[in-house]
C-alpha cells in the first residue's frame, strides 16, 4: 500500500509563516511529480505548486514569490514553505504524487494525502 502523510498545518497571522510537508511511504517503485492542492470553503480544489523528478518546478499565479516547493527524493517527502501568508490562502491543502508501486505493471498512478488545514487569521 501507499500513502501520503502530511503534516505542518494550522492557524497563522496574515503575514506570517508556515512549512508544511508530505511523506509518501509503502510499496513504492517511482515517483514523479509531487505537488500542493488547496481547496478553500465552497471553492474547488486548485493546482498550488508542483516539482517534477527531473526539477520543473510550476507554481499558481497567486503564490509565486511567497510559495516555494522543494523535495527530498531520498526521503520520498515534499515540502512547501509558505511565507507572507494572506487570509485568501487559507484552505485545506492535500498533497499529491505521481507513483508506480512496486510489482504493479501499471503506469503512474496518482495518489493523495488526506488534507492539512491552513488557516490565515489575525
Known amino acids: 500500500q501507499v500513502q501520503l502523510v502530511e503534516s505542518g498545518g494550522g492557524l497563522v497571522q496574515p503575514g506570517g509563516s508556515l512549512r508544511l510537508s508530505c511523506a509518501a511511504s509503502g510499496s513504492i517503485f517511482s515517483i514523479n511529480a509531487m505537488g500542493w492542492f488547496r481547496q478553500a470553503p465552497g471553492k474547488q480544489r486548485e493546482l498550488v505548486a508542483v516539482?517534477?523528478?527531473?526539477?520543473?518546478?510550476t507554481y499558481a499565479d497567486p503564490v509565486k514569490g511567497r510559495f516555494t516547493i522543494s523535495r527530498d527524493n531520498a526521503k520520498n517527502t515534499v515540502y512547501l514553505q509558505m511565507n507572507s501568508l494572506k487570509p485568501e490562502d487559507t484552505a485545506v491543502y492535500y498533497c499529491n504524487a505521481d507513483i508506480i508501486p512496486l510489482y504493479s505493471s501499471s503506469g503512474f498512478i496518482g495518489y493523495w494525502g488526506q488534507g492539512t488545514r491552513v488557516t490565515v487569521s489575525s
Open positions: 516539482s517534477t523528478r527531473g526539477g520543473t518546478i
